[in-house]
């Protein structure tokens, strides 16, 4: 089967529990206009076009990338379409979730803090074993610059969290950014006792 299975509390739906496919659901939170939409667009579609967004009401987009291993991770990415600005939403949206990809804008400290916000949100309420991922966007915007690049190396680094600066515009670091994710996540222990 080519269905592979799912990573996280959702594993009984996940089809065939084939060690080296793993299928994994992933959310982007952060403030509107960091560039989750055109983070998800550049990685899935290898487009930057900041007019076109990703469709209200489709489920989610998917992509599959291999790793050296030869293990391939098929990634769920669940569009937002805003929802998780209200809070009351919010639970259902990361429920299940084995990834959660935190965003803000490297000219907006405001965009910073309410990163901060989800990070605190997920640790309380996410699955205990979620991987999260601290992403600074927009860093082709270097003159800009407002949440210096060591803030947000501390702060992960404090939280256990991945952390990298993107450019969905440049691409730079998009890439990069799901296959560390792919790294990082739990394996399914192959078991000899089924
Ligand atoms: P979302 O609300 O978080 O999904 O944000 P969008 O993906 O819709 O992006 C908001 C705005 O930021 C758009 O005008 C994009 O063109 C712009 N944007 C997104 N990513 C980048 C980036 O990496 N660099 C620059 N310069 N602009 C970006």
Partial sequence: ?????????NSENGGASDAKNLRVKLVLLGDSGVGKSCIVLRFVRGQFDPT?????????????????????VKFEIWDT??????????????RGAAVAVIVYDITSPDSFNKAQYW?????????????????????????KREVPVQDGIEYA?????????TSAKTADNINQLFEEIAKRLPRPAVSSTQ
């Fill in 52 to 72: 076109s967004k990703v469709t209200v009401g489709a489920s989610f987009l998917s992509q599959t990338i291999a790793l050296q291993d030869s293990t391939t």
């Fill in 1 to 9: 089967s080519s269905s592979g299975r799912l990573v996280g509390p």
């Fill in 157 to 165: 680094e404090k939280n256990g969290m991945f952390f990298i600066e």
């Fill in 119 to 143: 990070v605190k949100e997920l640790q309380k309420h996410g699955s205990p074993d979620i991987v999260l991922a601290l992403v600074g966007n927009k860093a082709d915007l270097h003159e």
């Fill in 81 to 94: 379409a805003g929802q998780e600005r209200y809070a009351a939403l919010a639970p259902l949206y990361y």
